[in-house]
């Protein structure tokens, strides 16, 4: 089983940036690709981004490509997301998951189902 805790959502206004992480706990992190997903009011959850377990893959959605950037820190069980330039579209609750099988392509990576743990997730809110 892991755990996972998402914090550093808040209120901003566009053009702001946000970092979010995501601790990880019961089980090391290196075990797993993760990723982010987010989900706005009355839409359906939506990729973000993913890393492979060591680092050496990353996907984004095309929305956020070149504004935010996926990364871990594996000593620290840890994964972050760097958001820049923030816009209201990016507005929703933010979720990191975690999949522990070995396969990993944009397939896999960018489909919810695919992965086995999920945070409860932190609010991210954009204002014009």
């Known amino acids: 089983q892991v755990q996972l805790v998402e914090s550093g959502g808040g209120l901003v206004q566009a053009g702001d940036s946000l970092r979010l992480s995501c601790a990880a706990s019961?089980?090391?992190?290196?075990?797993?690709?993760m990723g982010w997903f987010r989900q706005a009011p009355g839409k359906e959850r939506e990729f973000v981004a993913a890393?492979?377990?060591?680092?050496?893959?990353?996907y984004y959605a095309d929305s956020v490509k070149g504004r935010f950037t996926i990364s871990r820190d594996n000593a620290k069980n840890t994964v972050y997301l760097q958001m820049n330039s923030l816009n209201p579209e990016d507005t929703g609750v933010y979720y990191c998951?975690?999949?522990?099988?070995?396969?990993?392509?944009?397939?896999?990576?960018?489909?919810?189902?695919?992965?086995?743990?999920w945070g409860q997730g932190t609010q991210v809110t954009v204002s014009s």
């Open positions: 998951a975690a999949k522990g099988l070995a396969l990993f392509n944009i397939v896999v990576a960018t489909d919810g189902g695919r992965y086995d743990y």
């Open positions: 890393i492979s377990r060591n680092s050496g893959i990353t």
């Open positions: 019961g089980r090391t992190l290196s075990s797993y690709a």
